[in-house]
């Protein structure tokens, strides 16, 4: 969820007015993810780099994460939207740690869409953590080393059991994926949109699902319409 800084900059607004527009963003997405019937959203809200933004900066997405709980909450679950949480728990302060684990408790056996929402997360850290974990488990004897498979490192990974993306969309013109699911991602088709992220709603999520749909995902094989 790119550009939030830069549409306050374009503006002439302070920084914290963008983060707290990109909130109104994300109330959109949710809300035409539920319309468009799609199971399964991923918001990337705080790195585990982004730590390194100014203390003033980092204050404020704190407290943007704590109203959104606050704030939404309720609305989401009574939408039957099931909250999911992955990243690192050190660090965070305990109220907003309590905060999540209450919306996961609440929402837990909702089913309408699961919100994953990665925060203090980075792609490469839950690589190594998920690879501690199985190293772990083969200096007890629990594991055998050739049991270590690709199943098993998904399984150790933060988002065990919730499926690998179909489509990742990135906003403002970034065209990286900065950290971001990388083992998750490597059949998923990457969408880049210039649009700022407080500008983003239906239409560009329709745009991304779009463009989505004409692409011709082959997994390593033949191409459908050429093996047809």
């Given at each position: 969820m790119d550009g939030n800084g830069r549409w306050a900059a374009g503006r002439g607004l302070p920084r914290a007015l963008g983060h707290r527009q990109g909130v109104e963003a994300v109330r959109r997405t949710v809300r035409a993810a539920i319309e468009l019937g799609i199971p399964y959203l991923?918001?990337?809200?705080?790195?585990?780099?982004?730590?390194?933004?100014?203390?003033?900066?980092?204050?404020?997405?704190?407290?943007?994460?704590?109203?959104?709980?606050?704030?939404?909450?309720a609305e989401l679950h009574e939408s039957g939207v099931r909250i999911a949480v992955i990243g690192e728990r050190t660090d965070v302060e305990p109220e907003l740690m309590t905060l999540i684990d209450e919306a996961r408790e609440l929402t837990q056996f909702n089913s309408t869409?699961?919100?994953?929402?990665a925060f203090n997360y980075g792609a490469r850290g839950e690589i190594a953590k998920a690879a501690r974990r199985l190293a772990v488990e083969v200096a007890a004897g629990?594991?055998?080393?050739?049991?270590?498979?690709?199943?098993?490192?998904?399984?150790?990974?933060?988002?065990?059991?919730i499926p690998d993306p179909d489509l990742m969309v990135r906003t403002s013109g970034e065209m990286?994926?900065?950290?971001?699911?990388?083992?998750q991602s490597a059949y998923t088709e990457l969408v880049f949109l210039d649009v700022n992220w407080p500008d983003f709603g239906r239409p560009e999520l329709e745009q991304a699902i779009a463009a989505f749909r004409s692409r011709d995902r082959r997994y390593g094989g033949l191409s459908r319409r050429s093996s047809a």
């Open positions: 991923t918001i990337y809200s705080f790195s585990s780099e982004n730590w390194t933004r100014p203390p003033e900066e980092i204050d404020d997405l704190m407290g943007l994460m704590k109203r959104f709980i606050r704030r939404d909450l869409l699961t919100l994953v929402i629990r594991l055998a080393p050739e049991d270590v498979t690709v199943d098993a490192v998904g399984a150790a990974l933060d988002t065990a059991g990286r994926l900065s950290n971001f699911l990388l083992w």
